[in-house]
């Protein structure tokens, strides 16, 4: 087992509790999740939702590929901006979602259905086997990470939605 493997099996633990805590947004009442504030965010709680199934459905394809292809041995390319970035651990606000992640309009129960299947499927993920992997795949604005970076960068991500879930409907986080 690497040194990092611990280290990537708590983020494991910590991306899975926030998937849960997603899951559990996706059941609330379906009246909370429509629930527009436009002084928070253009989206709607399920929309925000939708938008992180359609991203971590992207990284954990992405994160099995990485860990199914071949692995390079060398460590990869040094890339300052993400660890600064992941080390930091805060998406300012206002960015702008890539294409592809943006809400198409879901149904509640499929929004339901996609987050349960991120549940189990980042469940299923070997964290030594993440911890290990050197090899890399883009996001589209930090460069090329590690898929225990990716984990990393899910978490950050996801912790984010959550933070806007809870202000547009004046909740706790």
């Known amino acids: 087992m690497t040194q990092v493997a611990p280290d990537c099996a708590r983020q494991l633990r910590r ?5 849960s805590r997603v899951l559990s947004w996706s059941l609330q009442p379906d009246s909370l999740l429509v629930i527009r504030n436009t002084s928070v965010s253009q989206w709607t709680p ?9 991203v971590n459905f992207a990284i954990l394809q992405g994160i099995r590929a990485l860990l199914e292809g071949p692995n ?13 970035y992941l080390a930091h651990g805060v998406i300012d606000a206002g960015r702008i979602a890539p294409p592809f992640s943006v809400p198409q ?10 987050t349960r ?30 898929a225990d ?4 960068f899910t978490e950050i991500h ?10 547009i409907v004046g909740a706790d986080l």
């Open 46 to 54: 399920a929309e925000q939702i939708e938008h992180l199934a359609r």
């Open 15 to 19: 991306t899975k509790a926030q998937l």
């Open 105 to 114: 309009g879901s149904t509640l129960e499929e929004i339901r259905r996609d």
């Open 149 to 152: 970076q990716w984990l990393r």
């Open 158 to 167: 996801t912790f984010h939605h959550l933070n806007i879930l809870c202000k």
């Open 72 to 84: 390079p041995s060398a460590a990869p390319v040094e890339n300052n901006a993400a660890k600064t």
């Open 117 to 146: 299947a991120l549940v189990e499927g980042f469940g299923s993920l070997n964290p030594v086997a993440m911890a290990d992997c050197r090899a890399t795949f883009p996001n589209p604005g930090l460069g090329p990470l590690t």
